[in-house]
């Protein structure tokens, strides 16, 4: 069965303080990959997606950047935080056959 | 407008009560459609999946899709304490890899 991990679970950084947030998927080959961001009492807001090795796709202008090095493996990124980049960041794939959305844990990120 | 519509709730219903949970949407384009459930500070949990109109049961869930009124619902049946959470709707159309998603509603099922 397909499984996929997120960490860290919790974070607490300083503004301006780099960011790397990664997310690993098992059991299924080629899968599309998602970051979304979840602000508290707000809805999930896209933030990138990867149909392969390489390929990102930028949702939304910002100071986060995303890169998948391997097939399973999907890094959310940034080099200096924001007190706006606190939420709860997910990761979420699908298969690149099928329609259904699977989410990760979630790290929650605290910039102070 | 936005594309998909959820009312946030929250909604609180007696245990062993019928829940009904929609979401509306604009985009024609659907056809795929999901319910997730989400517990606080978790992350969302697929529930149902359906492509296009009709229903699809599994155990005390129920999907349904309206593609004519642009309208989807989640029915529980005998509903728990245990199902208090939030709940997303989720769509995609044919050809695109995003999803949309509602805000999600909030459900209280009191003992």
């Known amino acids: 069965s397909q499984t996929i991990h997120q960490w860290p679970a919790t974070l607490v950084q300083p503004v301006g303080s780099p960011l790397s947030l990664e997310c690993t998927v098992e059991g299924t080959s080629n899968p599309n990959l998602y970051w979304y961001r979840q602000a508290a009492g707000r809805g999930l807001q896209l933030l990138f997606y990867s149909v392969g090795i390489g390929q990102i796709s930028s949702e939304v202008p910002q100071n986060l950047s995303a890169s998948r090095p391997q097939d399973r493996q999907f890094i959310l990124s940034s080099k200096k935080l924001l007190l706006s980049d606190s939420g709860f960041y997910l990761c979420?794939?699908?298969?690149?056959?099928?329609?259904?959305?699977?989410f990760g844990p979630g790290t929650r990120l605290t910039v102070t | 407008q936005k594309e998909v519509e959820q009312d946030p709730g929250p909604l609180s219903v007696p245990e062993g009560a019928i829940v009904s949970l929609n979401c509306t949407y604009s985009n024609s384009a659907f056809q795929y459609f999901m319910w997730y459930r989400q517990y606080s500070r978790k992350g969302p949990e697929l529930l149902m999946y359906t492509y296009s109109s009709g229903n699809k049961e599994d155990g005390r869930f129920t999907a349904q899709v309206d593609k004519s009124s642009k309208y989807i619902s989640l029915f529980i049946r005998d509903s728990q304490p245990s199902d208090s959470a939030t709940y997303l709707c989720a769509m995609k159309g044919s050809g695109t890899y995003k999803y949309i998603f509602g805000t999600g509603t909030r459900l209280k099922v009191l003992a």
């Open positions: 979420a794939w699908s298969g690149y056959d099928s329609y259904e959305q699977y």
